[in-house]
């Protein structure tokens, strides 16, 4: 008992001591002028090479180019996605972003509380009246939401063009409302240059955890290269990890999501659809930071930039002139209205 | 002849909070050297860390809000361990809570009264959170199945299933929640004291407090918590005293499980009146480390569960200049400290190395 209450006092002291300390690079209290955004992480957090990560990089561009103090706060559980929000807002943040759809409530209860806080939510979620209008969004927040289903149109295109089979394939990771649009698109884009095209589809499972399962991408990937398919497109997380995987084995291609996927499996990567979520989070600051920052919806896609496929020295080899040549030309009718690219199936 | 009994409860008191205590301050030395190395001063982080869960009405309402999810996990934990049971299966049984509370919540007409809706929602949660743990408990008593394995297995196929209800039937599109209850809304103390005002702490603080003092009474001042105690102690000799032993591991696991799945109520009917997918993600693991801090004492269960509320609320406030992984590190510091020092433990670790020794000695011999 004694020995305990000496060591518990040691460390007491030793405590103490080590609070005095502050080491030369320590952080000290942001001041000055210049924008200061926050940002919450959907839970999962940083280092997903995928939204999360984009995110981040439109905060670095923004510090970078915009002089910005940017914060960034990582929930763990339900009520942290609120708390975190709250905890940035509470502290006067010219702009809070909220990354990812499950934010919804959390951001729109926030922009009531906090009128004079501009608030920016990635992948918002739109609810809809009886009669299907979206309901109007509070003046400080904006609903930052890309068209997925354009750019899968043309790496479904792209696809059919290169991949010599008449299968292509598609592998999504949980089987929900939000990949279903990049389903939907790229089935749209296979038919549209090849009618006569099947295009096989399947899902990692029901669960989240289908977004964070290699094993089971490698499995379906394997039968579907097996049954003829020569490109398949991922829309699932870390599950298509095992897609790649899969497609290096093979010798076959796979195409990326989100990001540009072509370090995953070089030579394999045909190409990657990319959602620009960095631009969309730069340009928020910099409506903030000119003053002409408006509440509402704004839709990021082919036209705006703010989505589309990766073409660059990596993967011009495995496209052929003539394939690039027609895809600017669909894109060309998309932005045009003239094709219009489902957004469920 | 009072006088050396209350002396006696104070030295109990005193050797009981001497192995938190100790576990706390190692716990924040290593903190101390972990923010140094991290390159920020030790002295502001903690006081961030304070200032952002105990230092506003706003953080306490947050820790209040982690505190009632973690009082009814450790309950959940602690009550199976006294029967020397080792529920694994909270996280389940707590996802399966808020489930039913919400699926009662949905079914019932908006006009129900609040007071008969919230207790239906709450006899749903205990309810669904009692078949879950019913589960390994009667597989244990009818055929001596590991419960630790059952219940882990059962948290998979518990948390699969609502997920597949969820995703695949109830929620509301582009989300992955139900749609917000008709009835069963418990008030938020934001709403009758205004400094908590924008925290999710809500009255289920109460129920939870509440249902710590019920395990404790039917513990330690019912006959079935002395046949409960008594099987968690030494399992022979009860049943040679006349104790039905498998009844009792039954009636264990069945208590455990309801407790867990009351923690469900408090995001369910008293933060955002829908259920979410991992709506408490991580709780009912955390459950095992407060029941083990509290030393499976409900008294302890409670202190244990504000001291672990407050870190993981902590990590928040201090996400700016460190990263939140500290947090997770000062919580696994605080375990491993206290796991080596709690008797509980320390029985089995040593019963662990004596079969070690005697597996090494047969295998010497053969």
Request: proline content about 4%; aromatic content about 8%.
């Given at each position: 008992?004694?020995?305990?209450?000496?060591?518990?006092g040691?460390?007491?002291?030793?405590?103490?001591?080590?609070l005095?300390?502050?080491?030369?690079?320590?952080?000290?209290?942001?001041?000055?002028?210049?924008?200061?955004?926050?940002?919450?992480?959907?839970?999962?957090?940083?280092?997903?090479?995928?939204?999360?990560?984009?995110?981040?990089?439109?905060?670095?561009?923004?510090?970078?180019?915009?002089?910005?103090?940017v914060?960034?706060?990582?929930?763990?559980?339900?009520?942290?996605?609120?708390?975190?929000?709250?905890?940035?807002?509470?502290?006067?943040?010219?702009?809070?972003?909220?990354?990812?759809f499950?934010?919804?409530?959390?951001?729109?209860?926030?922009?009531?509380?906090?009128?004079?806080?501009?608030?920016a939510?990635?992948?918002?979620?739109?609810?809809?009246?009886?009669?299907?209008?979206?309901?109007?969004?509070?003046?400080?927040?904006?609903?930052?939401?890309?068209?997925?289903?354009?750019?899968?149109?043309?790496?479904?295109?792209?696809a059919?063009?290169?991949?010599?089979?008449k299968?292509?394939?598609?592998?999504?990771?949980?089987d929900?409302?939000?990949?279903?649009?990049?389903?939907?698109?790229?089935?749209?884009?296979?038919?549209h240059?090849?009618?006569?095209?099947?295009?096989?589809?399947?899902?990692?499972?029901?669960?989240?955890?289908?977004?964070?399962?290699?094993?089971?991408?490698k499995?379906?990937?394997?039968?579907?290269?097996?049954?003829?398919?020569?490109?398949?497109?991922?829309?699932?997380?870390?599950?298509?990890?095992?897609?790649?995987?899969?497609?290096?084995?093979?010798?076959?291609l796979?195409?990326?999501?989100?990001?540009?996927?072509?370090?995953?499996?070089?030579?394999?990567?045909?190409?990657?659809?990319?959602?620009?979520?960095?631009?969309?989070?730069?340009?928020?600051?910099?409506?903030?930071?000119?003053?002409?920052?408006?509440?509402?919806?704004?839709?990021?896609?082919?036209?705006?930039?703010?989505?589309?496929?990766?073409?660059?020295?990596?993967?011009?080899?495995?496209?052929?002139?003539?394939?690039?040549?027609?895809?600017?030309?669909?894109?060309?009718?998309?932005?045009?209205?003239?094709?219009?690219?489902?957004?469920?199936? | 002849m009072?006088?050396?009994?209350?002396?006696?409860?104070?030295?109990?008191?005193?050797?009981?909070?001497?192995?938190?205590?100790?576990?706390?301050?190692?716990?924040?030395?290593?903190?101390?050297?972990?923010?140094?190395?991290?390159?920020?001063?030790?002295?502001?982080?903690?006081?961030?860390?304070?200032?952002?869960?105990?230092?506003?009405?706003?953080?306490f309402?947050?820790?209040?809000?982690?505190?009632?999810?973690?009082?009814?996990?450790?309950?959940a934990?602690?009550?199976?361990?006294?029967?020397?049971?080792?529920?694994?299966?909270?996280?389940?049984?707590?996802?399966?809570?808020?489930?039913?509370?919400?699926?009662?919540?949905?079914?019932?007409?908006?006009?129900?009264?609040?007071?008969?809706?919230?207790?239906?929602?709450?006899?749903?949660?205990?309810?669904?959170?009692?078949?879950?743990?019913?589960?390994?408990g009667?597989?244990?008593?009818?055929?001596?199945?590991?419960?630790?394995?059952?219940?882990?297995?059962?948290?998979?196929?518990?948390?699969?299933?609502?997920?597949y209800?969820?995703?695949?039937?109830?929620?509301?599109?582009?989300?992955?929640?139900?749609?917000?209850?008709?009835?069963?809304?418990?008030?938020?103390?934001?709403?009758?004291?205004?400094?908590?005002?924008?925290?999710?702490?809500?009255?289920?603080?109460?129920?939870?407090?509440?249902?710590?003092?019920?395990?404790?009474?039917?513990?330690?001042?019912?006959?079935?918590?002395f046949?409960?105690r008594?099987?968690?102690?030494?399992?022979?000799?009860?049943e040679?005293?006349?104790?039905?032993?498998?009844?009792?591991?039954?009636?264990?696991?069945?208590?455990?499980?309801?407790?867990?799945?009351?923690?469900?109520?408090?995001?369910?009917?008293?933060?955002?009146?829908?259920?979410?997918?991992?709506?408490?993600?991580?709780?009912?693991?955390?459950?095992?480390?407060?029941?083990?801090?509290?030393r499976n004492h409900?008294?302890?269960?409670?202190?244990?569960?504000?001291?672990?509320a407050?870190?993981?609320?902590?990590?928040?406030?201090?996400?700016?200049?460190?990263?939140?992984?500290?947090?997770?590190?000062l919580?696994?510091?605080?375990?491993?400290?206290?796991?080596?020092?709690?008797?509980?433990?320390?029985?089995?670790?040593?019963?662990?190395?004596?079969?070690?020794?005697?597996?090494?000695?047969?295998?010497?011999?053969?």
């Open positions: 008992m004694r020995r305990t209450l000496y060591l518990l040691a460390l007491v002291a030793a405590h103490l001591l080590l005095t300390i502050t080491p030369s690079g320590a952080t000290i209290a942001p001041e000055g002028e210049g924008l200061d955004i926050g940002i919450v992480f959907d839970v999962g957090g940083r280092g997903d090479k995928s939204f999360n990560d984009g995110a981040y990089l439109g905060g670095l561009l923004a510090a970078d180019s915009l002089s910005a103090r914060r960034y706060i990582e929930p763990g559980e339900g009520s942290d996605r609120e708390a975190g929000l709250r905890l940035l807002a509470a502290e006067g943040m010219d702009l809070v972003l909220a990354v990812g499950i934010f919804t409530d959390d951001v729109l209860t926030l922009a009531k509380d906090y009128p004079d806080v501009k608030f939510g990635v992948d918002y979620a739109l609810s809809f009246d009886d009669a299907g209008n979206p309901l109007p969004l509070p003046d400080n927040l904006v609903a930052l939401k890309f068209r997925e289903e354009e750019g899968s149109f043309l790496v479904g295109a792209m059919a063009l290169v991949g010599e089979s299968k292509v394939g598609f592998i999504g990771g949980m929900i409302g939000l990949i279903h649009k990049f389903e939907a698109g790229y089935r749209a884009g296979v038919m240059v090849c009618p006569d095209c099947e295009v096989l589809v399947q899902y990692a499972g029901v669960t989240p955890e289908a977004f964070k399962n290699p094993g089971k991408g499995e379906l990937a394997l039968s579907q290269y097996n049954q003829g398919v020569n490109v398949i497109y991922h829309a699932s997380g870390s599950t298509g990890l095992g897609v790649f995987e899969a497609a290096r084995t093979t010798g076959k796979a195409i990326g999501v989100d990001a540009d996927q072509y370090a995953e499996a070089p030579g394999h990567v045909l190409t990657s659809m990319v959602k620009g979520i960095d631009a969309a989070v730069f340009d928020a600051a910099r409506a903030v930071q000119d003053g002409t920052f408006q509440g509402g919806v704004r839709v990021f896609g082919l036209a705006e930039r703010g989505v589309g496929y990766v073409y660059d020295d990596n993967n011009r080899a495995l496209i052929p002139d003539s394939v690039r040549t027609r895809l600017q030309a669909l894109e060309e009718d998309i932005i045009a209205g003239r094709i219009r690219v489902p957004s469920t199936r | 009072s006088a050396p009994r209350e002396h006696g409860i104070l030295m109990r008191a005193a050797q009981a909070l001497l192995a938190p205590v100790l576990a706390v301050a190692i716990a924040m030395v290593v903190g101390d050297l972990l923010i140094l190395t991290y390159g920020e001063s030790p002295g502001t982080v903690y006081a961030l860390l304070l200032e952002g869960t105990w230092g506003n009405a706003y953080g309402g947050q820790v209040l809000y982690k505190t009632m999810t973690l009082i009814c996990t450790g309950l934990f602690a009550y199976a361990a006294r029967a020397g049971l080792f529920n694994v299966g909270a996280e389940g049984q707590l996802a399966a809570g808020g489930f039913a509370a919400a699926l009662i919540g949905l079914a019932l007409p908006v006009a129900t009264p609040a007071v008969a809706a919230v207790l239906l929602c709450t006899a749903g949660a205990m309810g669904a959170g009692a078949v879950t743990g019913a589960v390994p009667v597989l244990r008593a009818r055929f001596g199945a590991s419960e630790v394995i059952v219940t882990i297995m059962l948290n998979f196929i518990v948390l699969a299933l609502l997920n209800a969820v995703a695949s039937h109830l929620a509301v599109p582009e989300t992955l929640h139900t749609e917000v209850m008709q009835a069963g809304f418990v008030s938020r103390l934001g709403a009758f004291l205004p400094a908590f005002a924008g925290s999710a702490a809500n009255l289920t603080i109460v129920i939870a407090v509440i249902a710590a003092v019920v395990a404790w009474w039917a513990m330690f001042r019912t006959r079935s918590g046949e409960l008594a099987v968690g102690l030494q399992p022979d000799a009860a040679y005293g006349g104790v039905n032993v498998p009844r009792t591991w039954l009636r264990a696991m069945i208590w455990s499980g309801a407790f867990a799945g009351l923690g469900g109520i408090n995001f369910v009917l008293g933060y955002k009146h829908y259920y979410e997918e991992g709506f408490a993600a991580g709780s009912g693991f955390l459950g095992i480390a407060v029941a083990l801090v509290g409900p008294l302890g269960i409670i202190a244990a569960a504000l001291l672990f407050t870190l993981s609320q902590g990590g928040l406030a201090v996400n700016a200049l460190v990263p939140k992984q500290l947090v997770d590190i919580q696994a510091v605080v375990i491993l400290a206290v796991a080596t020092t709690v008797p509980e433990v320390q029985r089995l670790l040593q019963r662990a190395a004596s079969a070690a020794v005697r597996r090494g000695s047969t295998e010497q011999t053969t």
